[in-house]
Structures are given as C-alpha cells and as structure tokens.
C-alpha cells in the first residue's frame, strides 16, 4: 500500500519541524546589557529597571580590592538564568573576587510591578549600605 500525499507531507513536516523546534530555544544574550560596578561602598546602579519577560546580560565588574558578591534571593528564584552561567549563580549569590568580572546572561521575571532587594552577604559590609533594587516594568 503507497502511502497517500497528504500522510507524506504530514511525516516530512515533523521530519524537518520537529528536529529543528527541539533545538531552538532562548536567544541568551540577545537583549541588552545591564553593568552592574561592586566596590567596597556599594552597588551601581544602586536601581535597576527591567522589563518583564525580556533578556538581559548583567556584566558584573568588581572594582574593590576584596572579594564581594550580589545576592538576590528572590530575584534569582524569579528569573531564568541562561543553562551556562548557571555555574556562576551559587545559592542565589554572584560571588567576585577583587577585580573580576562575571557576565550572567538571564530573562528577567515576568511579574511587571515587581520589586527585588540585591546586597552583599559579605561580613565586612555589614555596617554599610551595600544594597540595591531591581523593579520589573511591563
């Protein structure tokens, strides 16, 4: 029995789709650069404004002479974190050492009207301000 034409194009479209959607996934990287400087007295920007659902690469560059980190709990819970920075992103922390830069390439939550706090869990910034506000807009 010849199979019929319409069964044929029906097997060669989820031939070709099928492969070819599997592998497809999110653009990391695409969207735009966010450069968060960590120094021994703070964050900047100590605000930062994400639209939701869109892609970002956050570019860390720690300018202190020490090792410091960004912690945002919520936020890292929120967002998807691109499968390979993943392994820069440790118990919802960015940790740096003294003067290296890290890139976390992530699609920021899609919850507009959401605010996020980031700060340094380092013990040395304890008595300062070391903290920051990430709010997601439409």
């Not at 720690?62 to 960004?70: D, E, L, M």
Request: charged fraction near 20%; charge should be positive; include cysteine.
């Amino acid at each position: 029995m010849k199979p019929s034409a319409p069964l044929i194009a029906m097997l060669a479209l989820v031939g070709v789709a099928g492969p070819a959607a599997a592998q497809k996934g999110p653009a990391w990287g695409s969207g735009k650069t966010v450069a968060i400087t960590v120094t021994n007295d703070g964050f900047a920007p100590a605000r930062i404004v994400l639209k939701s659902g869109r892609h970002y690469t956050l570019r860390f560059h720690n300018v202190s002479n020490r090792g410091n980190n960004f912690s945002a709990q919520k936020f890292c819970d929120s967002a998807r974190v691109a499968p390979r920075d993943a392994r820069l992103v440790h118990d919802d922390e960015v940790n740096l050492d003294a003067g290296q830069v890290a890139t976390v390439r992530i699609i920021a939550p899609d919850t507009p009207g959401a605010a996020f706090t980031y700060r340094s869990t380092v013990l040395a910034d304890a008595g300062r301000k070391m903290k920051g506000d990430i709010y997601i807009v439409r």
